[in-house]
């Protein structure tokens, strides 16, 4: 299974962006799609995710509002919205796999499975 982000970008602060991460090797609709971002200097955060098994994606508060996660399954391809974007959601962002059903309550790195290989986001201010 790979997974494929890209979308990346320099904007402006409030502007917005549209990451796509394009599954191969397996359908969209046997996983659930997680986010994370790495700022320099720090570790990687959770963003959002949603369930394979549908639902309402669940999102950290940082994002809650600004981010959307969506999927085109005919695509296999997920997407990540970024809207009124700031300076601090500059960072390596990551899309994850997850086979298991349902998304933990506090995702972790070791609850996805497949993992994209990340895209800068810079934010000027």
């Known amino acids: 299974v790979q997974l494929q982000a890209s979308g990346g970008g320099l904007v402006q602060a409030g502007g917005s962006l549209r990451l796509s991460c394009a599954v191969s090797g397996r359908t969209l609709r046997s996983i659930g799609m997680g986010w994370f971002r790495q700022a320099p200097g720090k570790g990687r955060e959770f963003i959002g995710a949603?369930?394979?098994?549908?639902?309402?994606?669940q999102y950290v508060d940082s994002v809650k509002g600004r981010f959307a996660i969506s999927r085109d399954n005919a695509k296999n391809t997920a997407y990540l919205q970024m809207n009124s974007l700031k300076s601090e959601d500059t960072a390596v962002y990551y899309c994850a796999g997850r086979s298991r059903f349902g998304v933990p309550s506090i995702p972790k790195e070791y609850d996805f499975d497949y993992w994209g290989q990340g895209t800068q986001v810079t934010v000027s201010s």
């Open positions: 949603d369930s394979k098994s549908g639902g309402t994606p």
